[in-house]
Structures are given as C-alpha cells and as structure tokens.
C-alpha cells in the first residue's frame, strides 16, 4: 500500500535531529568506540556548548518548526530560511539563505527536495559557512553534494556532520562519507 502520512510525528524525526546534533558534537559515536577499547583519552572529543549559540533551519514546516522549538529550549538563537515563513514561530528570525549559512552554528535541513534545493550544500555554499558549523540532515540525501561535504569535513572546514539520508539507499560502498571524518552516517 502507498499512503500518504501527512503528520507523521514531526516531532519524532526533529528529535532525532538534535540526538544526531548532540552526537555529532560531543563524538558520542567515538567515545563509545574508545571507551570500548579501554581509551579514556580526550584528544579529538571535545564539542561545543549549543546554549547561546545559532541554529540555523532550512524548512520550517512541521519538522522544521520541531527542530526550532528544540534548538530554543536549548538556548540557541534561532534564525531559519524557508521561501513560508511560519508565524507560530515568534522567537525565530527569518534571514536570506547566504545569511543563515554565514551566522549558523549549527545547520539543520528539514527542506523537501526539488530543482532548487538538489545539492543546496555543495562547494559554494559550504564556503559561505562559519569554520567549524555542524551540519545536520535528516531530510533528502539529494540535499548535499557529498564529495565536496566530505571534503570539507577533512579539511575541518565543517566540524561534524550527521545524515540520516544520502543520495543513494542503501549507502554505496564508494560514498565518500563513509571515509570523512567526524561524520555519522
């Protein structure tokens, strides 16, 4: 059967967002490796606070909005980019899609994916990014561009990121993210 859900607990996947969120910063995937092999060393482990920090959302619809409201009672600042703006979200200011890359700390994508938005992460707009942002994306695989976001997670340009979606499911064994570093997949 083909059904169309459309209220599926947008506040589920906005959760898991911000648990991709958390993980990704505080290495959570590799504390628990190291852990695992008896190495309590910190090298590499440390995050940063989210508490007064910018969480930028791209798609403010039901999970967007869940996400934002997350990223609030975090004590981020919140600013987002949807062509919509949403009125029930009275704490978060609306900016240009250049100006959310440029300010955010954190980027989540929460954007259906269509000709304008297919590869909205790639080369150009990761260099419009603040050093070190987070990248989080539970969205449309098709979103990113994956090499040239592998390339910047190696160069450190992008600190960690953390995708619930690639282009391509099951994942291919030749996805470059599977090789950057800082990334759960």
């Keep these: 059967k083909v059904m169309r859900v459309p209220g599926y607990s947008p506040e589920a996947v906005a959760e898991h967002a911000m648990a991709l969120a958390l993980a990704a910063n505080r290495r959570i995937h590799k504390a628990y490796v190291r852990v695992r092999e008896n190495d309590f060393s ?5 995050g940063v606070n989210f508490y007064r920090k910018t969480a930028g959302i791209v798609g403010t619809g039901k999970i967007g909005a869940a996400m ?8 981020m600042n919140v600013i987002a980019y949807d062509k919509y703006q949403n009125p029930a979200l009275d704490f978060v200011t609306y900016v240009s899609l250049d100006e959310l890359l440029a300010q955010s700390d954190l980027i989540s994508l929460h954007c259906p994916l269509m000709d304008s938005t297919y590869h909205m992460i790639n080369r150009e707009s990761i260099k419009k990014m603040k050093d070190g942002v987070i990248l989080i994306n539970n969205a ?27 282009s391509t499911e099951p994942i291919r064994s030749d996805n470059p993210l599977l090789q950057a570093k800082n990334c759960i997949l």
């Design 140 to 166: 449309r695989g098709q979103l990113v561009a994956e090499q040239d976001l592998a390339d910047a997670l190696n160069s450190g340009k992008v600190a960690a990121a953390a995708l619930d979606v690639v």
């Design 42 to 46: 910190l090298g590499g482990m440390q």
């Design 68 to 75: 934002a409201r997350i990223c609030h009672g975090f004590g």
